[in-house]
């Protein structure tokens, strides 16, 4: 199985509006806005879609990271990106999906049309983001008063909350790139993986998918150093996440609070468990953390690292800095947990 970068982090978030849904139709404002939030056993938990979440991850990279992105194309009710991750790490980094069929003449001289469209699942997964405890949304009226005449009332869901998220990345997938004619393992055409060749991507077996006669198929790898660099982007990226709806008057800081990082040689995630709510409190569960590194120690590729803001849950301080104390375990500031992982997800990768 591939290693797999398997991260979990807190974010938190006071007076916010970090994803909204549209028009509030519960309400009798004309112009109000609700939130997105699901319920769950009759309680209402606000949420950041993984979408939008992914869309705070892309704009820091290209914002901070000086990544050149993927030019997107709108066609009718459809848009795509170039589906070039050679050229374009989001492309790489994030999957994507451009559907196309392309006209040809076979040697009759009849036209006909064939399946060109090129697809790849992300190495990149993440969830949503949603609020550990129940939620407490309320909607604050305001107006605009700043025009003659009478204020034009409007009305936003705000909230305070602490939320968990998951992400994982494949490190065997990142940088590397499949040709076979089925959906999502379609990642380069022809042309495409001429163009890898020239920028000295190296072909190698794929360990997995063989031909009928039993031969491995081929991917194209790039460089380590461009697979490298992409990884370490994207995580040291968390470190200044930004986004969120409206920033202009419910700004809020999105990076991570606490956060845990490890790899393994598997893709399932460990850690969706360690946060609770405990009668409205959320909580870390330390106890929880040490089950299930304990349980899957032998999946558990390097050490296991966490990191924690001062200020945010400072009770966590004493068993954590305990915990820390292990030689299989870092703990420290989240930068300093982030900046660590990723010097040694450097020798993981292959």
């Not at 199985?1 to 849904?21: C, R, W, Y």
């Not at 319920?39 to 990544?67: C, D, H, M, P």
């Not at 924690?308 to 305990?322: P, Q």
């Amino acid at each position: 199985m591939p290693n797999t970068i398997q991260g979990f982090m807190l974010i938190d978030v006071d007076v916010a509006a970090l994803n909204n849904a549209g028009k509030d139709t519960a309400t009798t404002l004309d112009n109000a806005v609700a939130t997105k939030k699901i319920i769950k056993n009759g309680k209402n938990y606000a949420y950041v879609s993984g979408q939008a979440w992914r869309y705070w991850w892309r704009e820091t990279l290209r914002n901070n990271f000086s990544w050149k992105m993927s030019p997107v194309t709108r066609e009718k009710k459809i848009a795509f990106t170039e589906a070039n991750p050679i050229l374009y790490p989001d492309d790489d980094m994030f999957g994507y999906m451009r559907a196309a069929k392309e006209e040809i003449t076979d040697d009759k001289g009849k036209s006909k049309n064939i399946n060109v469209t090129l697809t790849r699942v992300s190495p990149l997964k993440n969830s949503a983001l949603i609020s550990i405890s129940p939620t407490n949304i309320v909607q604050n009226w305001s107006s605009m008063t700043r025009q003659e005449g009478d204020a034009v009332p409007y009305g936003k869901d705000e909230y305070c909350a602490t939320m968990k998220g998951m992400f994982s990345i494949s490190l065997d997938q990142a940088g590397t790139f499949s040709s076979q004619e089925r959906t999502g393992f379609k990642n380069l055409n022809e042309t495409l993986k001429k163009f890898a060749l020239e920028n000295k991507a190296q072909e190698i077996d794929d360990p997995f998918a063989k031909d009928k006669h039993g031969n491995p198929l081929k991917l194209y790898r790039m460089k380590k150093g461009t697979r490298e660099k992409r990884i370490e982007d994207t995580l040291i990226a968390l470190e200044i996440l930004n986004g969120g709806a409206m920033q202009t008057t419910n700004m809020g800081d999105v990076t991570p609070k606490l956060i845990v990082l490890a790899t393994l040689n598997s893709g399932n995630h460990l850690f969706s468990h360690l946060a609770k709510d405990d009668l409205g409190k959320p909580l870390f569960s330390i106890d929880a953390l040490k089950q299930v590194v304990d349980d899957y120690k032998e999946r558990i590729i390097g050490k296991v690292y966490i990191g924690r803001r001062i200020g945010f849950m400072d009770k966590l301080e004493e068993g954590l800095a305990g915990y820390g104390s292990d030689d299989k375990i870092f703990y420290g500031s989240v930068n300093e947990a982030i900046k660590n992982y990723v010097n040694e997800v450097k020798t993981q990768i292959p």
